[in-house]
Nanobody, 128 residues
């Protein structure tokens, strides 16, 4: 089992940047593929991106491709989401998620049901 805690959210102007971080508990962090999701008010939880266990593979939603970057440090048990060129439509609560499912390789797990463990989220607000 793994516990996840997100940090780094806040209010930023359009075009600005934020870096979210997710800290994981436990000694087996490298066994989990990691994902970032977001949920805006009144909308379903939306896939943002995912990273493989080694960090060698990433996959992003079209809406954030070229603007967001996921990275991980298995020695520190952290996974980060660097968000650049932020837009008002990026406003949401951002969640970190982990999966131990063997078929998740960092490019093929983009449904919330693929992930077993979730953080509580961190709020990101982008003003126009």
């Amino acid at each position: 089992q793994v516990q996840l805690v997100e940090s780094g959210g806040g209010l930023v102007q359009t075009g600005g940047s934020l870096r979210l971080s997710c800290a994981a508990s436990g000694r087996t962090f490298s066994r989990y593929a990691m994902g970032w999701f977001r949920q805006a008010p009144g909308k379903e939880r939306e896939f943002v991106g995912t990273i493989s266990r080694t960090g060698g593979s990433t996959y992003y939603a079209d809406s954030v491709k070229g603007r967001f970057t996921i990275s991980r440090d298995n020695a520190k048990n952290t996974v980060d989401l660097q968000m650049n060129s932020l837009k008002p439509e990026d406003t949401a609560v951002y969640y970190c998620a982990a999966t131990s499912k063997s078929y998740c390789s960092g490019s093929n797990c983009y449904s919330p049901t693929d992930y077993e463990y979730w953080g509580r989220g961190t709020q990101v607000a982008v003003s126009s």
